[in-house]
């Protein structure tokens, strides 16, 4: 599991709707259940799990180690809450139960098979689910995004304002980083959990300028800090007469509040300028009006960092902004012009993205809210969390839904690898079995097959590891950045078919011979 | 907007994430833009609106606005997000603009046409469109299932675990509840904002028992409290005897973790006994147990609740599950036996509710998670928020796309009724135009029309009302319940063809003279 870490100081607010009340009632009525049948400290294990990979991929980034840490490291009911259950709890519900609850904490409980006593570990379901499963899905989202994009087109999160109230944006911000993305523009995701931030300017900031408006100063110093003050509109003026000559329009044409609204933001950020085009026409007042600012930034030194579209056909208009800016840029001997990044939003979707993203494409920068955050191919991962073993006791849920099947007893993963490192097949096992050897021939049941396959893997690296003993940290988790790459180096290790976005191969998965004998043993058992 | 209060007091940490750094970064840097432009007090106005309803449907419930109050009346810049703005922003930005920030309120800013400080009002735009769009979309999602469910059936939330993080639970079981829903799982829903909650057993609890298990007090008084205690388990043993007679199935068939689990829960819950009958085989051996618990707790007195499906042929299985129920109830002459609710949950959609909520349908409670709180069909509802004025004037964002064209000036709508109370249209008209007349006929722009249309409302209904003026609640909002229960009614006042869930006749949305003469104006007057 990919972990993120806050790369600012921990905000203890953050995350304060993640408590033990955030939970289904019935873990609270089972809990009860367990607890008058004289069960709750039996030990059991639980597992946290998915039966597919979204969005028809072969691949799932699991994500939300981080935040289920911090919950169960600060997991107690306090007074009201207990004060709460039981309200909804039976009136004749015997005080010890709540002085029970009262006294609960995480210390006996390990991630992210979870063990522990078996009313704590009960209780723990549905907030774990709910930390895991849109952490995990929204990071998958964003790492197949990253493949359609390739490695050097810059990916901006954007999808705050879409996401499920204030807490979907955070984690959407968060998770969107670590699966690939480049930065966010949610301010909160920057400040409690170190995303790079980005952004520059909205439409209403153009719209709101009328071009009547009297900037207090419009004195701009030189980008060297040495020579005299210019004033920006005067220089703005003149270079839009040159840029409007040059591309046969008007002078008149480019809309004035827009250029007003540009100079105010040159004067407010003149080493980071950039023009949003499309408030009124793109070609006849965007971008003339833009590079009257930009030129006139030019003289004093500073170089504008960019266009935004936010309408129409993105990559044709960015192909012809482009072409507008080489040529301006021969005109006016400006060589650093021509290549200044074109930043593009507007429901991008993968479709979308696979065009802005074809070889010849001038988009550099692209801004993804929507369809990263809302996941609308897939919007939720499905993950479950299932008891498989209590007492030592190893258990199954038999059900007629044959996918609905799980596997019994505390498991182990292993990862087989071929010597080339490709991927030969996933492990699963008992805990208490030895685990596969390299270079020695093993027999295993692949998922779903009517016989035993013989594999010889070059490497095994396990899949598991114990992140929280007895409420206490193994070690540090990795920060953000570093997971955001083990990300990446984790799915680069990946054959390409299974990286396809598409009908993709399949990751095989397998059993150990003893835990296809125990889930046979369980099934002929089971008297229905 | 319809509103949601709790029933609960106030949580103060419920809403922690919703704070002033909830935005998107472009918000502060026009923040500084406008400041230095010396624009930051000037009186601006943005309107909050979604240009189509979701799902193709002809109604959206407006939701989210108390959650807005609630951002509003708290919104302040703590030092440590001005700190963190000041290391996102140019390092020579001014002191005076992080003073400026740090002096920020809501006080000068009503709800939700916007209208306040340009700086304020813009950098409001993120954090409301969060607290808007998702609680709209989800209210929205619920009334739809609701109108698909029919009053009669009972609809449960039960969505938390697939939600976008601890919030988007929150706000999913808030939402849908106010949508129509009757309950939710979300015990922190029902405490923080007084959502009935609701829940009984897992598969986990069923299967964590393997029958070996002893209560540690298997003895249950009569449900009247008087009379001898009775050793539940002894007594379920002799009424399985029966039921498997009566079933003709062997007494070794029903799976006894299974039973000994249904015991537990009995035992824990004498008074809200429910079966989930689907871990083993629901025929064979969930029944069979329940109804030998059922009917063991019936000799004292006691009710059983329910009973749940969670897999298959939810339709099917509960008409053969009614079936067994009446004659039982029959051959053991327990009346109350044959009309016990039948629950059933998995993945359920509108096609399958719809299949669900057919007339002679025996299945009476029905939990849906992720198609509710997902809204797959549509997870966002694109509100957008937009400024229509600043200084007076009226703005407008003419673009390309004529779908992202907006309507200037701050306005007021207005309801127009017929005299049977049906819906004529919506009206927009700019605020300072007076409100049209009951009775009186009038000339109106209908949206996309060629030519004026003439109405004579016989109703009139103003569509704004007035919430927050410089930071105080001009009433009290109403209360979640009273919430839910306008919904319902403004539902009701809807034709039948606008509550259609596919193809509906739209509701129809006119502009005023004056209005429609401000829009061909500035169309007139941009350039481009």
New interface residues.
Partial sequence: MAAAAPG?ELDP???????P??????????A????????AREV?E?ELFFRRCPFGGAFTLAAGLR?CVRFLRTFRLRD??VQ??AS?L?PDTEPAFFEHLRALDCSEVPLLQVSGP?LVV?LL???L???V???SL?ATNAARLRLIAGPKKRLLE?G?????????????STYSYLGGFDAT????A??LRGVP?????????V????GT?????PMLAPATGEGPRVDLTVQVEVWLERVCTHLGLGV????RGERA?FV??A???P??FQGLL?????Q??GLPNFLAVALALGTLGYRASGVRLD??DLLQQAQEVRGVLRATAAQFQVPWLESIPIAVSNNIDEEELARLAQEDSEVDVIGIG?SL????Q???L??V???VA?GG?P???????AE?LTLPGAKAAFRLLSSDGSLLLDLLQLAEEPPPQAGRELKVWPKGAQELMTVRPARVEPLLQLWVQQGQLCEPLPSLAKSRTLVQQSLSRLSPAHRWLESPELCQVALSEQLQALVDRLKAE???
Same sequence: chains 1, 2.
């Avoid at 009860?32 to 069960?39: D, F, K, S, V």
């Avoid at 705050?160 to 959407?172: E, I, S, V, Y």
């Avoid at 523009?185 to 909160?188: G, M």
Wanted: proline share 7%; charged share 20%; net charge neutral.
């Fill in positions: 600012s607010e953050c995350r304060a709707a993640a408590r009340l955030l939970t289904d009632l019935y873990q609270a009525t089972m009860l259940g367990y607890w008058r049948a004289g069960r059991a639980f935040d009201a809450d709460f259950l909804v039976p078996l009960q379901e549905t907030p689910l709910c930390l499963s849109y952490a929204v954007m705050l304002r879409r996401a499920q109230g204030p807490d979907g944006g955070l984690t959407a523009s949610n301010v909160l920057g400040q931030v980005a952004g520059t300017l909205a439409h209403s900031f719209t709101s300028f009328a408006e009297v900037p207090p100063d008149q044409e480019p809309h609204a105010a933001y004067l407010a950020f080493r980071a499309d408030s009124y026409c793109v006849r007042s309408s129409g929507t955050v809302t996941c609308p897939q919007p939720s499905g993950c969390y299932k008891l209590v006791q258990r199954m849920k038999l059900t007629e839904d609905k089971c008297p229905a």
